[in-house]
């Protein structure tokens, strides 16, 4: 009994002792496990640090060897842009006449137009931007740079399709044909000497005179019916009455005649000629016609615009500066009205008969002198051969 309970006290004790023994080894070995811990954790930031100096060192390596050194830009110019400016300098104006197909109205002329191009193109970078990257400017070519701003402006000429009363009216401006009487001779090629204070139409044939300003007289007919300038109509009575040819606005033979006309008329030294017999088209072809006499510095004056439907339109052209009225065309009264309409209250009026128009004359003559800018002539020498005085225009 005694040697079981020593033997007992001999396990306890035993079992305490290693108990002890584990625990002090346990202790031991805590604080090395916790350093363990301690750098697992420091190590994984320690690399990200490094690898950050490496990214910020690396970046500041590329950037010096891509920098430039010589302080141009890093922004070739573009491909792109090269390409728009030689698009843009290759751009001409021009004067056309253009085939419209529809219900009878067949040409119409437009001058050409010329484009303006803002000033300022680049804007301002922040001053604290990094670094400034320079921008290309386009400029205009300098033939553009060199107009006015008002050949730079986009035109005004008014069109048939366009409801005047939304038209801006005419600039004024003095018209050199304003308060002269006119004297018109289409109806002889011996016209004188002229006089500096009057106006002289010549006929088909005949060349400026040699005081005062000329008239040209032009026709939207063939006017010694050639058949030259084909294709023709057989609309026109008048055009039957004097043998002459009504050319198709549609056809080539339109524009050919007009350019023969123009290009003689320049070279003759004209500044002003009338473009007759327009009752025969649209007010569209009549247009047209003006603006291809424009392109050749001629300016216009109206013929019987009372007869032509859109005669609004067609006063309202900034290249006409006067209007001729036969017998029959409209009064003093209706003239009135339709300039003003156009835009222009002081155009000048001229009208003329001749034969049988005496009458018509003195009549037109006694409404005209309560206006301005009309006169009356009338012919006793056949149609157009001399020109008489009725009412000479007030001013």
Not at 106 to 118: F, N, P, V
Not at 151 to 170: E, F, G, V
Not at 221 to 238: A, H, I, K, M, V
């Amino acid at each position: 009994m005694g040697a079981a309970s020593r033997a007992i006290a001999l396990d306890v004790r035993y079992a305490a002792a290693m108990e002890s023994q584990q625990l002090a080894s346990r202790r031991r070995t805590m604080p090395s496990a916790r350093a363990a811990r301690q750098q697992r954790s420091v190590l994984p930031s320690a690399i990200l640090g490094l690898k950050l100096v490496a990214a910020v060192l690396a970046g500041g390596t590329i950037t010096l060897l891509v920098w430039p050194r010589d302080g141009s830009s890093i922004a070739p110019r573009s491909v792109e842009s090269d390409r728009f400016a030689a698009t843009f300098g290759a751009h001409r104006q021009e004067s056309t006449v253009h085939r419209r197909a529809g219900d009878g109205s067949q040409r119409h002329g437009r001058l050409g137009e010329a484009t303006s191009t803002d000033s300022e193109l680049e804007r301002d970078v922040p001053s604290n931007f990094p670094r400034r990257v320079q921008t290309i400017r386009f400029a205009p070519p300098q033939r553009l740079a060199a107009l006015s701003p008002a050949a730079l402006a986009p035109a005004a000429l008014p069109t048939i399709d366009k409801p005047l009363a939304d038209r801006p009216p005419a600039a004024p401006g003095i018209n050199p044909l304003a308060g002269k009487q006119l004297r018109y001779l289409i109806g002889t090629d011996s016209s004188g000497s002229g006089r500096d204070d009057e106006v002289t139409e010549v006929s088909y044939n005949a060349g400026p005179v040699k005081r005062g300003i000329s008239i040209a007289y032009c026709n939207l007919f063939d006017e010694r019916n050639t058949r030259q300038y084909g294709p023709y109509l057989r609309t026109s009575d008048t055009a039957a009455q004097y043998n002459e040819g009504q050319i198709d606005p549609r056809g080539p033979g339109w524009e050919k005649n007009l350019r023969e006309q123009f290009e003689r008329r320049r070279k003759q030294g004209f500044e002003y000629i009338e473009l007759d017999n327009p009752d025969a088209y649209s007010a569209k072809d009549v247009i047209g016609a003006i603006d291809l006499a424009a392109s050749y510095g001629l300016k216009v004056i109206a013929k019987n615009p009372g007869l032509v439907p859109g005669a609004t339109a067609y006063v309202a052209h900034p290249n006409v500066y006067g209007i001729i009225v036969e017998k029959g065309a409209g009064g003093a009264t209706d003239m009135d009205a339709l300039r003003r309409k156009a835009g222009k209250p002081n155009l000048p009026v001229w009208f003329v008969a001749f034969g049988g128009g005496r009458g018509w004359a003195g009549s037109v003559a006694s409404s005209a002198k309560s206006y301005r800018n009309m006169g009356v002539t009338y012919s006793s020498a056949g149609e157009y051969g001399n020109a008489i005085d009725v009412l000479q225009p007030s001013s």
